[in-house]
């Protein structure tokens, strides 16, 4: 979250320069040519439910309660190098 990641090509984890950040959708994502990203920390009891449900299903053995939620969206944005109106919208 302190500097930008300027590549659209994937790198495996950990990053070589140690750098921390939240990557669900680590692609060839590009908002130049139209659409938004937002995200937002939440503590909505009713978000907060269906994440600890979600986690729990695919992770039965090991005991999870959400505290905090991060929530990420792509808005009607494209794939690098587009340069049509070929675009997604992505939420985490």
């Known amino acids: 979250?302190?500097?930008?990641?300027?590549?659209?090509?994937?790198?495996?984890?950990?990053?070589?320069d140690g750098r921390p950040?939240?990557?669900?959708?680590?692609?060839?994502v590009d908002n130049v040519n139209g659409g938004d990203i937002f995200y937002r920390e939440t503590?909505?009891?009713t978000l907060l439910a269906r994440v600890t449900e979600d986690i729990n299903q695919y992770f039965p053995k090991i005991p999870f309660t959400a505290t905090w939620a991060f929530v990420a969206t792509w808005d009607h944005v494209a794939y690098y190098g587009s340069t049509t109106n070929k675009v997604r919208t992505h939420l985490l």
Do not use: C, I, S
């Not at 979250?1 to 070589?16: C, E, I």
């Not at 950040?21 to 060839?28: G, I, K, S």
């Open 1 to 16: 979250f302190d500097t930008r990641v300027n590549q659209y090509t994937p790198d495996p984890f950990p990053l070589a």
């Open 21 to 28: 950040f939240v990557a669900p959708y680590w692609a060839d």
């Open 43 to 45: 503590t909505d009891p």
